[in-house]
C-alpha cells in the first residue's frame, strides 16, 4: 500500500524558515516523481512545486519561486520542501503527492502537514 | 500559465440526482493531463479521473468524464451520500501544474 506522511508543520514567525518532510513507502520512491500542494484555510488546492526522480528537473509555482526548494533523498525514500522567507500567505496544509508518469496526474496524497505562518 | 475556471461554485442537489460539472481552461489542454480530484472535509484529495475520461482504480462507475481542448466536464450519474465532496480539475502543461478553483456538491 502506498503511504506518504508528511511531517514538520508548525507555527512559525514571518522571515522565518522550516522544513518539511515526506516519508514514502509501500512503492518504488526512487522510479517516480513527486510534488508539493498546498491548501490555505477554506480554499482551493495550489500546487507549489514539483521534482523528477533522479532531481534532474524541478518546477515550482511562481509564488513560492526563489523561497522554497524541494528536494528528495531516494536513500531514505523521502521528499522535502525547504521554505524561507516565510508569509503569512504561505499558512496553509501543505501536501505531499506522487506524480503518475503513466496516467500523468497526482495519483497518491499524503494526509498533509500545517504550517501557521504568524507573529 | 493555463487558468481554470469551474462551475458551478456550488451545487446544491438531493441524494440520486444527477450532478455536471464544468472545467474551461484559459487555452488548450492536452487531455492526457487533465485529472479530476474529489476532497472530502479534512481529508486529502483523491484522484477520481486521469487523462480527461479514465476512471482512477475504485472510482465508481456512476462517475464519468469527458472533454477536450478547453472544455471538461465530470458528471456523476446518481449521486449518493459520499459525494458530497468538493471536486477539483488538475491540468499539467508548460512546467506548471494548476488547479481550478473546485466545485462543491452538497445537499439540497
Known amino acids: 500500500e502506498v503511504q506518504l506522511v508528511e511531517s514538520g508543520g508548525d507555527l512559525v514567525q514571518p522571515g522565518g524558515s522550516l522544513r518539511l518532510s515526506c516519508a514514502a513507502s509501500?512503492?518504488?520512491?526512487?522510479?517516480?516523481?513527486m510534488g508539493w500542494v498546498r491548501q490555505a484555510p477554506g480554499k482551493g488546492l495550489e500546487w507549489i512545486s514539483y521534482i523528477t526522480s533522479s532531481s534532474s528537473t524541478m518546477f515550482y509555482a511562481d509564488s513560492v519561486k526563489g523561497r522554497f526548494t524541494i528536494s528528495r533523498d531516494n536513500a531514505k525514500n523521502s521528499l522535502y520542501l525547504q521554505m524561507n522567507s516565510l508569509r503569512a500567505e504561505d499558512t496553509a496544509v501543505y501536501y505531499c503527492a506522487r506524480w503518475d508518469y503513466g496516467s500523468h496526474c497526482y495519483d497518491s496524497w499524503g494526509q498533509g502537514t500545517l504550517v501557521t505562518v504568524s507573529s | 500559465e493555463i487558468v481554470l475556471t469551474q462551475s458551478p461554485g456550488t451545487l446544491s442537489l438531493s441524494p440520486g440526482e444527477r450532478a455536471t460539472l464544468s472545467c474551461r481552461a484559459s487555452q488548450s489542454v492536452s487531455s492526457s493531463y487533465l485529472a479530476w480530484y474529489q476532497q472530502k472535509p479534512g481529508q486529502a484529495p483523491r484522484l477520481l479521473i486521469y487523462g480527461a475520461s479514465s476512471r482512477a482504480t475504485g472510482t465508481p462507475d456512476r462517475f464519468s468524464a469527458s472533454g477536450s481542448g478547453t472544455d471538461f466536464t465530470l458528471t456523476i450519474s446518481r449521486l449518493e451520500p459520499e459525494d458530497f465532496a468538493v471536486y477539483y480539475c488538475q491540468q499539467y502543461g508548460s512546467s506548471q501544474f494548476t488547479f481550478g478553483p473546485g466545485t462543491k456538491v452538497d445537499v439540497k
Open positions: 509501500g512503492f518504488t520512491f526512487s522510479g517516480y516523481n
